[in-house]
Structures are given as C-alpha cells and as structure tokens.
C-alpha cells in the first residue's frame, strides 16, 4: 500500500471515489440512458415506418400509374369504338336521307309527270272540241250555200261523229 500512498492515492477516497462513479453510473443508466435509448429506437422506428410508408406509397403510385394508362388505353379504345361506331349510323343516316330524297323526288317527278300529262290530254281535248266547233261552223258555211239545211245536217253530224272518234284522240297518243 505504500505504492498507493506514493503515488498520493488514499484508499478510502479511492474507494468513495469507485462508489460514487458506481452510483452515478447507475443513476445515469437508469434515468437517462434507457430513456434516450428507448427515444432513439422509437425515432428509428418511426424512421424506418416512414421509409415503408413511403417505399408502399411509391409502389402505389407507380401502380396507379399502371392503372390509369391502362384505363387511358381502354377508354381510347372505348372511344374510337364509339366514335366509329357514330360515323357509320351517321353514314347510314345519310345514306337513308339520300334514299329517301330520291325517292320523293321521283315520287315528285311522277306526280308532276302524271299532271302534265292529264293536263296535255285536257288540253288536247279542249283543242279538238274547238277544232271541231270551228270545223263545224265552216263547213256550216261552205254548206249552207251548196246543200239544203236537212242534206247540210246530215253531213256535219257524220263528219263531226267521225272527226270526234278519230281525229282529236288520235292527235293526243
């Protein structure tokens, strides 16, 4: 002990010395190391809960990415099937148009077709009557001088029967 005592160590300070280091050791272990441990494992927790969280969030992201283009990509699709599917009721809805405008115009170009006929035959009908009227009064005329009025008769009536079977009906065909 002599050493000790020459180097100035005192042995009951030494020892008082040990104790209080353990002491403080043990009050600083226990108050305020498995405290801030226990917060730094809970801080790292938490870091790494936040990286996973984020490593899913990435993952999520890029699967709504998937998703949408893959929704973009069928409802592009979707809508050139409609869109193609418009333009062919569309053509087919003015094919129909177009048929059906023929088709009155036709149904209009007949009409108007039969109209004028009827009103040609009217027309020729009404001719001949004046043809004959005015055929009759001549003859009538030139008549009268040469014939008597019974023989006169006799032969306007056979030349107007014939003229009115014949003659003006022929001129309409």
């Known amino acids: 002990m002599d050493i000790l005592n020459l180097f100035g160590l005192e042995t ?3 020892i008082g010395q040990i104790l209080n280091f353990l002491i403080l050791f043990f009050i600083l272990k226990v108050f305020l190391y498995k405290p801030i441990m226990s917060m ?3 801080r ?3 870091i790494k809960q936040g990286l996973d969280d984020a490593e899913k969030a990435r993952k999520s992201l890029q699967e709504a990415d998937t ?6 990509k069928v409802a592009k699709i979707d809508a050139d099937k ?3 599917n418009t333009k062919s009721v569309a053509e087919s809805l003015k094919q129909k148009s177009i048929d059906d405008a023929k088709k009155q115009s036709l149904g209009i170009v007949d009409d108007a077709r039969k109209q004028a006929s009827e009103e040609f035959e009217k ?6 009557k004046m043809s004959v009227d005015i055929s009759q009064k001549i003859v009538s ?3 009268s001088e040469i014939f008597t009025e019974q023989e006169k008769s006799a032969i306007l009536s056979k030349a107007i029967e014939k003229i009115e079977k014949t003659g003006y009906e022929k001129g309409t065909n």
């Open 40 to 42: 730094l494992d809970e």
């Open 141 to 143: 005329k030139v008549l």
């Open 12 to 14: 009951g300070l030494f």
């Open 44 to 46: 790292n927790q938490r």
């Open 123 to 128: 027309a020729s009908k009404q001719i001949g």
């Open 82 to 84: 409609i869109l193609e």
């Open 67 to 72: 998703q949408k283009i893959g929704i973009l």
